[in-house]
């Protein structure tokens, strides 16, 4: 799978109600979902608690909502080889960083994601203000030496 990085640092939308909405404008309406269980994100229940999402990030493999314990807006990118994965983890979480530039950063590289996939790169960033208990993680996972990867964006609360 091909994915620009442009097009990443962008956010871009599929859906045309979206359209507007991209980089920190769309972040910003997805965090700021998240301590109601993105209620406007939320589409056709799928099972308990899972929700298909209303939008799509572009060319994402799967976008879903979780309300639960947590609440949770997930999207998934699948790639045959790491490289284009980190780099499309590169410009997402450059764009995110700059757009969130109050919260706390950690850096997940090489840590467990847990599906027991390894971390390629990755970072999380945890709210700040009104924010606080809000996280957005962005990381390219695989397991260990399988050249199959993915990226996801995960924004939880």
Same mark, same amino acid.
């Given at each position: 799978? %091909?994915? #620009?990085?442009?097009?990443?640092?962008?956010?871009?939308?599929?859906p045309?109600?979206?359209a507007?909405?991209?980089?920190?404008?769309?972040?910003q %309406?997805i965090? $700021?979902g998240?301590?109601?269980?993105?209620? *406007?994100l %939320? /589409?056709?229940?799928?099972?308990?608690?899972?929700?298909?999402?209303?939008i799509?990030l572009?060319?994402? /493999? +799967?976008?879903s909502?979780?309300i639960? +314990?947590?609440?949770?807006?997930?999207?998934?990118?699948e790639? /045959?080889?790491? &490289?284009?994965?980190? +780099?499309?983890v #590169?410009?997402?979480? *450059?764009? &995110?960083?700059?757009?969130?530039?109050?919260?706390?950063?950690? /850096?997940?590289? =090489? *840590?467990?994601s847990s599906?027991?996939?390894?971390?390629?790169k =990755?970072?999380?960033? #945890?709210?700040? $203000?009104? +924010?606080?208990?809000?996280? !957005?993680?962005?990381?390219?996972?695989? !397991?260990? $030496?399988?050249?199959?990867?993915r !990226?996801?964006?995960? !924004?939880? %609360?």
């Open positions: 799978m %091909r994915f #620009s990085i442009v097009v990443a640092a962008a956010f871009a939308l599929a045309v109600a979206y507007e909405e991209s980089g920190c404008p769309l972040l %309406r965090v $700021g998240a301590p109601t269980g993105f209620v *406007e %939320r /589409d056709e229940e799928l099972s308990a608690g899972w929700f298909e999402s209303r799509y572009d060319d994402a /493999d +799967d976008c909502v979780n639960g +314990d947590h609440n949770l807006f997930y999207c998934a990118w790639f /045959d080889a790491p &490289a284009p994965a980190n +780099d499309m #590169s410009a997402i979480s *450059e764009m &995110a960083t700059q757009c969130l530039s109050a919260w706390a950063f950690a /850096d997940t590289t =090489g *840590e467990k599906n027991n996939f390894v971390i390629l =990755g970072i999380t960033l #945890s709210g700040a $203000g009104s +924010d606080v208990g809000t996280q !957005v993680s962005v990381f390219s996972e695989s !397991v260990l $030496g399988s050249q199959q990867s !990226v996801s964006i995960e !924004v939880r %609360r």
